[in-house]
């Protein structure tokens, strides 16, 4: 069972040009856990630095990060982070590619642990083929299963599904759920797709543009199984959009609803 994630006062920087460049300022937020909170934010604003730390592939500069009470002090097999290219290795067949962060299972179990993530994603029949063979969404559906084969407690999903097309983008959505229905992980997903945020989301936070701050956080109070079609999507769409084209003073924007 994992835990929740507790993120207090995170600051972060980056030396570009001898120059400091602040990139998170201050964010709090808590994730519980088997929660599902979507990120969204304009491009620069820090959400990849942000699920990156979190990761423990990049260190805050000041802040506390806990997840199951623990400090994060650096990658674990607890997280498990899916990308927006799928970064399979072209060499290795996909049950290999699956079966690569598996060096802490007897090597017996590997394969038969590979199947069963990449049956979960609707992948059986493919073990044997290489990346090159697939579509965009068979690697992402791949990618996800590679991530999923060490049973982390939380995902963290930067703009997975940014370079699919809509059609496989939805398919890829409705296959999130069901997997999260089975593996109740913390899922924590960037994107700047607003229909995806409301359809997946417990909660959606708004970023503000860098340095990235925590704009506002919306409870996303919809059935489980979404319609997007409906006025109660198309209204929690128009709220986040109208978070996200806010202007004005960043200080007296903070707030939660
Ligand atoms: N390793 C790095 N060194 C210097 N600057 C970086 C580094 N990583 C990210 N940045 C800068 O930090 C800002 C936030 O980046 P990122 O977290 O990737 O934003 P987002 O994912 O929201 O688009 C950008 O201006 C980016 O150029
Ligand atoms: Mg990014």
Redesign the pocket.
């Known amino acids: 069972m994992g835990g929740e994630l507790e993120i207090k006062g995170l600051y972060k920087s980056?030396?570009?040009n001898s120059q400091k460049?602040s990139?998170l300022e201050g964010i709090d937020l808590t994730v519980g856990d088997g929660e599902f909170v979507v990120i969204v934010?304009?491009?620069?604003?820090?959400?990849?630095?942000?699920l990156?730390i979190i990761a423990g592939l990049?260190m805050p500069e000041s802040g506390t990060l806990r997840l199951a009470g623990k400090p994060i002090s650096g990658p674990g097999f607890d997280r498990g982070m899916i990308f927006q290219e799928h970064r399979l290795m072209p060499w290795l067949t996909i049950e290999r590619n699956v079966a690569l962060g598996l060096g802490r299972v007897k090597k017996k179990d590997r394969a038969r642990i590979a199947r069963k993530y990449l049956s979960m994603v609707q992948l059986e029949g493919f073990e044997n083929a290489y990346p090159s063979q697939l579509s965009g969404g068979m690697s992402q559906r791949a990618a996800i299963a590679r991530a999923l084969a060490t049973e982390p407690d939380t995902l963290l999903l930067?703009e997975p599904f940014g370079a699919l097309d809509a059609l496989t983008k939805i398919e890829m959505q409705d296959e999130l759920l069901r997997i999260r229905a089975n593996q109740k992980s913390m899922m924590l997903m960037?994107t700047h797709d607003v229909d995806e945020a409301v359809f997946l989301a417990d909660r959606i936070v708004v970023?503000s543009s860098?340095p990235?701050r925590v704009r506002a956080i919306v409870n996303i109070e919809l059935p489980e199984v979404r319609d997007r079609g409906s006025a109660d999507f198309a209204w929690y769409k128009k709220k986040i959009f109208d978070y996200f084209f806010e202007h004005g003073s960043e200080e007296s924007t903070d707030f939660t609803i």
Not at 41 to 50: D, E, P, V, Y
């Open positions: 980056f030396m570009v460049l990139v934010g304009r491009s620069g604003c820090g959400k990849s630095t942000l990156k990049e930067d960037v970023m860098r990235g």
